[in-house]
């Protein structure tokens, strides 16, 4: 065995360690002065110095920059050099990327007996610390002990791969005590009427015992995660039943709309509108919030590595061309010793999800220009993780599409390991102090190299026909990916044949593992050699596991025998309805009590709250331009740092015909009425496409639920008010939900307490735009021009981030008028459309004070209000009140004088006023109810109290 | 007219190659992808075409270090296709991980040239992997070819691993092609402006003969008018900064 450490020469600085001395910091501990990182390789071999020299010099050491030792054991004495040592290494079993990479370029080499590689990272800190902050530093920072550990004299590099000895696991059932029926019950997780039903199905229809595997695809395919039982449970509500919630809510929109530029909904991987004669696009959001809340990086790597995989697994395949993200924490200063047990510190958490999605997303070369990130205090122990994926894909192609029985069944892309077992029983259950020992398995590291190589050949494969049908292994794995496309024929699986990445899974694992970068496809038997020597031409994995059969069973062999034979109607249509009470009381909040504000410092407070605050230091690290179809960007003006509204790119490089994406999400509202946090989300996820420039006539939405535990009456309620207001918004808007997802049991549970996430609706939203030369920015172009506003103001401060900054959260919740805002949306675009808009933002968090301050600071240009002339409605007497209520579907609309006219001609009937004007000096300037001046803040004060929060 | 042929490189990893090509194929040439693999099998040649680009990307994974392990194949398994396509006359272009992928198999500075000074590109010195856009100033005096006629572009990087190192020979010797600057074009502007740290605010570099090329900003992200970030705030035009690089290639290539 060899070591080899390569590190930084000592006169050159060393930018990660630089970063980490911050972290470290963040901690709250001062000491540390330095950091340096050295990368540690070893090597299984027996190598020759002149070997060992060229692997060292060559390979892994760049001798510009590095210096490089190597040896057998001993290590470099940087102790007596004043360092303290902290050495990370990662746990057996997880994936280790970097050691694939390095065993291809030593063989590159010529170098071939080399048998395997591990890499560690060895910290050096230089510093006055305890002990125990040492202890911190490593359990806080270094090391997750799901995936890490600290490398001490009896770390073992290379461990012997376990080695599994088959042996049949049939499970009691038929002849169990009450006793014995329950324990097996809560062991697999169903409730007590799922495991009457299967307990049923075994006693009457197989008349023998189910195996472990069986019972493992049962609970995975019933799992909350897979089928949504509580949205498509029955609910007795305000004296009605409601039979399938999703279903008579949000998709019969969709089907009473009706549109026929939707060409698949609710029924593949992604929802899929028409582009243009020639393409289609499909849209998918999905959650990873559990998995990121104990391994930040790792949970939300893989959350975006898998919702990457839903456009490639609908219809016959998708290219990925477009990533947004939106992100819910804590905030980011809770103070670290109120933190709860087993929790990680929101920081860390906001860090590690934002490294894990950024570096997934930019080595898979697809733009991520669209997100948002939210913070509440009760997303400290369960995060949420959106991950949204827009695809191509022909048109002919883009439905679902059906195989024939006889058709092979092929696994690509990445082995099948250990990891991420239970993961889709894991994310349906809620979360607790010891989630993150007992979770371990559930969480993995993605490498998105091995899904890039995979996408690279399956595109085209699919464009030379090769194969019938396509799916992701997602949460589920195999079980569930093969379990689903087999459900109309049958499906016969040899687990024996399944690559895997180290020896000692048992058939069962091998079955549900959640290894990522896994596709699942339908070959017709006549294609087997071409698509195999396709895939082998690029060096990705592909595997015949089996094949499609007609006798619908899902049967699965291991070493001769058959482990799983299970009847298909049964397993994808035996899950009994969930059938519940939900009620809805409205909440009654103290309206707050403050006067004798000074507006200028209200705003600055306002722009530099977590919610409101430029997110460019996020922003930056995607790399949002990649692909090379980007035309409105997310940070736009004169010195690229303003707020864009929604994101346009050319999805097809040869054509001005655009896709328009945004999204809408406000949680303080649903603490008051669910119904318009919900009808609120979309008004926000439309008007943004709406100020670029989009139209309502080809916008289509999603829907992402995260709730809480859905066991109470209450929460139910809440959860059908918001998709009542799906379905009437959708309907009113005439804008149909294409797909959707939800994820309960958000909520976190520690010495006897419980904290539960708001009701947390995101809605995406999608459109085309038929020429994007005609789009346009938020930013302030030139002085003299006009400023508008459309819509009315009323006394809607309820839930907004105005009341929440004086510690309130009212009653006044905005609401819709959907025809009103409709008319609004469809008269803007027309002025866009002409060519009558200079710039446009919407007015969100912060209402019209924090729009207009943004437009003015991104543009560079002053701006004066006159806050009389704001249309308004009821009782709103107030300067601050008016300046920071969030009403929805209003704009702050830029006209040139010459183009007044017409503008204004445009918008008859419309709720439109002149407000004010753009002004030469740099400052924003406000005058009240009265006309007196209200305020007169220079713009670089107002852009630092924005930029400054999260400058980090 | 003469066909210009250019071939774009895929590796594990490249994910610059499609805008890579269309790029070329707007400036008037033939553009095709190639695998890698397919070049060390001999199933295609680098000597069949006139320009032989290695674009963008995380060619594995950026392990080890960025263009490491690509850079490794190439020396290794295509060295000698290579040397004889830069003899023929040939042009070679790399753009963020095809320079950093030139740098590690030593095509840059000077291919095959062991007194050439040290050249490579190692983390910015923020720390962090950045998608911004900056302005370059190009050197006149370089021999570079992609880069005649041109005084000033507009350019979006977006890397972690940018910042160009070399020695206080190399800032006297390498034919440094174009620099990061601020606004009214200093050379000597700090970050954000030079959004890495690189030495002299070198932002590419060619060889001796011009004809091999690579920078770390991405032209083919700036070829038409609405990929500026402004554009929304400036008078319409035809073309974007970038697609210049592309052209004068495709009409070296062409007059040869």
């Keep these: 065995m060899h070591r080899i450490e390569v590190r930084l020469k000592p006169h050159l600085p060393d930018p990660s360690g630089r970063g980490l001395v911050k972290d470290i910091q963040d901690l709250g501990i001062q000491g540390i002065v330095d950091v340096r990182v050295v990368e540690v390789y070893w090597l299984e071999s027996n190598l020759a110095q002149d070997k060992l020299e060229l692997i060292a010099g060559s390979l892994l050491a760049d001798k510009i920059t590095q210096d490089y030792w190597y040896g057998q054991t001993e290590v470099v004495k940087d102790n007596a050099n004043g360092y303290q040592i902290i050495e990370v290494a990662y746990n057996a079993g997880v994936t280790d990327p970097v050691k694939d990479s390095v065993m291809k370029a030593i063989r590159d080499l010529g170098i071939l007996n080399v048998r395997a590689v591990a890499t560690a990272k060895k910290y050096l800190l230089r510093g006055q610390v305890t002990p125990s902050e040492m202890d911190t530093i490593a359990s806080r920072l270094l090391v997750n002990p799901i995936v890490q550990h600290v490398v001490n004299q009896d770390s073992v590099q290379f461990p012997e791969s376990p080695q599994y000895t088959f042996s049949f696991i049939k499970v009691p059932l038929i002849q169990a005590s009450a006793a014995q029926l329950e324990k097996i019950r809560q062991d697999y997780g169903f409730s007590p009427k799922e495991f009457a039903v299967i307990t049923s199905y075994y006693q009457t229809k197989e008349g023998r015992d189910p195996s472990d595997v069986e019972l493992e695809t049962l609970a995975q395919t019933w799992s909350e995660h897979c089928v949504h039982k509580t949205f498509k449970g029955k609910y007795h509500y305000d004296g009605t039943t409601i039979d399938n919630l999703f ?514 609706l995101l809605i995406s939203s999608i459109g085309v735009i038929d020429n994007v030369n005609k789009v346009i920015s938020m930013d302030l172009k030139a002085m003299g021009d006009a400023l508008y506003i459309l819509g009315v103001t009323g006394n809607e401060l309820g839930g907004s981030e105005y009341f929440a900054r004086h510690q309130a959260t009212g009653n006044n919740v905005p609401r819709v008028d959907p025809q009103a805002a409709r008319q609004t949306m469809e008269a803007l675009s027309l002025a866009i459309e002409k060519g009558l808009v200079k710039a446009c933002h919407d007015c969100s968090e912060g209402g019209l004070g924090v729009a207009v301050a943004e437009m003015a600071f991104s543009g560079g240009l002053g701006a004066v209000i006159y806050l009389k002339n704001v249309p308004r409605t009821g009782p709103l007497y107030r300067n601050d009140y008016v300046f920071f209520s969030e009403s929805n579907s209003r704009f702050i609309v830029e006209v040139a004088p010459e183009n007044e006219v017409e503008f204004i001609r445009i918008m008859k009937g419309i709720d439109c006023a002149q407000i004010g004007h753009v002004s030469q000096e740099e400052v924003l300037q406000v005058h009240g109810l009265a006309g007196e001046l209200v305020m007169k803040a220079p713009l670089a004060e107002l852009k630092e109290a924005w930029q400054k929060p999260l400058r980090w | 007219m003469k066909k210009v042929n250019v071939l774009v490189l895929r590796g594990p990893g490249s994910n610059c190659d499609q805008e890579t090509a269309f790029a070329f194929q707007q400036a008037g040439a033939a553009a095709s992808l190639c695998h890698i693999n397919q070049l060390i099998r001999r199933d295609r040649r680098i000597t069949d075409y006139q320009i032989f680009v290695i674009p963008g990307g995380f060619t594995y994974g950026d392990d080890i270090a960025a263009g490491r392990i690509l850079g490794n194949e190439l020396k290794l398994k295509l060295g000698d296709d290579i040397r004889r396509f830069v003899e023929s006359g040939g042009l070679i272009l790399g753009i963020c991980n095809g320079f950093q992928v030139m740098t590690k198999s030593g095509i840059l500075p000077e291919m095959g040239s062991p007194q050439a000074p040290p050249l490579t590109l190692t983390h910015n010195d923020s720390g962090r992997f950045e998608c911004r856009w900056v302005n370059l100033l190009i050197n006149k005096k370089s021999p570079c070819v992609f880069t005649q006629g041109l005084d000033s572009i507009y350019l979006p990087v977006a890397h972690g691993e940018g910042k160009v190192v070399t020695d206080i020979r190399g800032l006297r010797e390498l034919n440094s092609v174009l620099y990061y600057t601020d606004e009214a074009g200093d050379r000597r502007a700090g970050y954000p402006h030079n959004p890495n740290g690189s030495m002299d605010n070198i932002a590419g570099v060619c060889d001796s003969t011009g004809r091999i090329f690579a920078l770390m900003p991405h032209p083919e992200r700036h070829i038409r008018f609405t990929q500026h970030p402004q554009w929304t705030r400036k008078k319409a035009r035809e073309f974007g900064d970038g697609l210049a690089i592309f052209q004068n290639a495709v009409k070296f290539a062409r007059s040869k």
């Excluded at chain 1, 390991?417 to 993150?436: M, N």
């Excluded at chain 1, 069962?508 to 087997?528: F, G, H, K």
């Design chain 1, 247 to 760: 279903k008579s809510t949000i998709v019969k929109a969709t089907k009473d709309l009706n549109k026929p530029w939707c060409l698949s909904v609710f029924e593949d991987n992604a929802g899929v509108i028409e582009f243009d004669n020639y393409w289609a696009l499909c849209f998918k959001v999905e959650t990873h919030n559990h998995p990121s809340a104990v391994e930040p990086y790792g949970g939300a790597s893989t959350g975006i590595g898998g919702v990457l995989r839903d456009p490639m697994g609908t219809g016959l395949g998708a290219k990925p061309i477009l990533n947004t993200d939106v992100f819910c924490f804590a905030p980011p200063d809770y103070p670290a010793e109120k933190l709860p047990k087993g929790v990680l510190h929101p920081r860390r958490i906001f860090k590690g999800v934002r490294a894990g999605v950024a570096d997934y997303a930019n080595r898979m070369g697809i733009p991520t220009p669209n997100g948002a990130i939210l913070f509440d205090e009760r997303y400290l122990g369960n995060p949420l993780v959106y991950c949204g994926t827009v695809g191509l894909i022909p048109k002919s192609i883009a439905r679902r599409q059906t195989h024939k029985s006889g058709d092979l069944i092929i696994v690509v892309g990445g082995r099948t390991g250990r990891d991420g077992i239970h993961g889709a029983t894991f994310s349906s259950v809620q979360l607790h102090e010891k989630s993150s020992e007992v979770s371990f398995s559930a969480v993995q590291i993605g490498n998105p190299i091995v899904e890039k190589k995979m996408l690279d050949v399956l595109l085209q494969a699919r464009d030379l026909g090769l194969y019938s049908r396509i799916t992701d292994c997602g949460a589920g794995g195999l079980s569930s990916a093969v379990g689903e496309m087999g459900a109309e024929t049958g499906a016969r699986v040899d687990l024996d044949k399944v690559p895997l990445k180290y020896s000692g899974l048992t058939y069962a694992e091998i079955w549900i593992s959640e290894a990522q970068e896994r596709m699942v496809l339908a070959v017709p038997p006549e294609n087997r050699d071409a698509i195999l020597k396709l895939f082998a031409n690029e060096d990705v994995e592909a595997a015949v596991i089996g094949e499609f059969t007609d006798n619908k069973r899902l049967q699965l062999d291991y070493q001769g025998l058959m482990v799983c034979d299970l009847d298909m109607e049964f397993l994808h249509k035996g899950v009994p309805q969930i059938e519940a009470e939900a009620v809805w009381h409205q909440p009654r909040f103290d309206e707050p009590e403050f006067a004798d504000i000074n507006m200028e410092d209200e705003l600055k407070k306002v722009l530099g709250s977590w919610n409101t605050c430029s997110k460019e230091w996020v922003i930056r690290q995607y790399d949002h331009e990649v692909q090379g179809g980007s035309v409105l960007k997310p940070l736009v003006g004169v010195n690229n740092d303003g707020p864009g509204d929604a994101v346009v790119i050319k999805p097809v490089l040869n054509s001005d015909m655009g896709a328009v994406v945004a999204n809408g999400i406000n949680t303080r509202y649903g603490d008051i009425d669910p119904y318009w946090m919900a009808a609120s989300a979309i008004d926000e996820a439309l008007r943004q496409i709406i100020a670029v420039g989009g139209n309502l006539k080809k916008i289509a939405i999603l829907d992402n639920f995260c709730w809480g535990l859905p066991n109470t009456p209450e929460m139910l309620g809440a959860l059908v008010r918001a998709a009542q207001a799906c379905h009437d918004m959708s309907l009113a808007f005439g804008v149909p939900f294409i797909s959707g997802k939800d994820s309960f049991n958000n909520e976190y549970e520690y010495e006897g307490k419980r904290i539960a996430i708001p009701h947390t």
